[in-house]
Nanobody, 122 residues
Framework: QVHLVESGGGLVQAGGSLRLSCAASGGTFSDYTLAWFRQAPGKEREFVAAIRWTAGTYHAESVKGRFTISRDNVKNTMYVQMNSLEVVDTAVYYC????????????????WGQGTQVTVSS
């Protein structure tokens, strides 16, 4: 059983930056693809970015060039550096771990964190 805990959310002005962290425990970190998803009020969960053990990364078009996903396999922690934040980035951000065939599909991830709120003000 993998336990995931997100941190680093908060309130930031548009154009600002935040770095989210996802600490993992209880499993073999290297076995999993890790991902960030987000869900804004009244909207469906949305894929943000994913990273494989080999550090291959994938970013949604909406965040490409602004967000960067990374992982530290020694610290069992994943990150997403979010720059040039926009009001539309406001959401609860969740980290997920699994062995997906399709990395952008949330239903293919087995483990989820509780989420951390990111609010971007104008």
């Amino acid at each position: 059983q993998v336990h995931l805990v997100e941190s680093g959310g908060g309130l930031v002005q548009a154009g600002g930056s935040l770095r989210l962290s996802c600490a993992a425990s209880g499993g073999t970190f290297s076995d999993y693809t890790l991902a960030w998803f987000r869900q804004a009020p009244g909207k469906e969960r949305e894929f943000v970015a994913a990273i494989r053990w080999t550090a291959g990364t994938y970013h949604a078009e909406s965040v490409k060039g602004r967000f960067t996903i990374s992982r530290d396999n020694v610290k069992n922690t994943m990150y997403v550096q979010m720059n040039s934040l926009e009001v539309v980035d406001t959401a609860v951000y969740y980290c997920a771990a699994g062995t997906p065939s399709w990395f952008s599909r949330g239903d293919q991830y087995s483990y989820w964190g509780q989420g951390t709120q990111v609010t971007v003000s104008s």
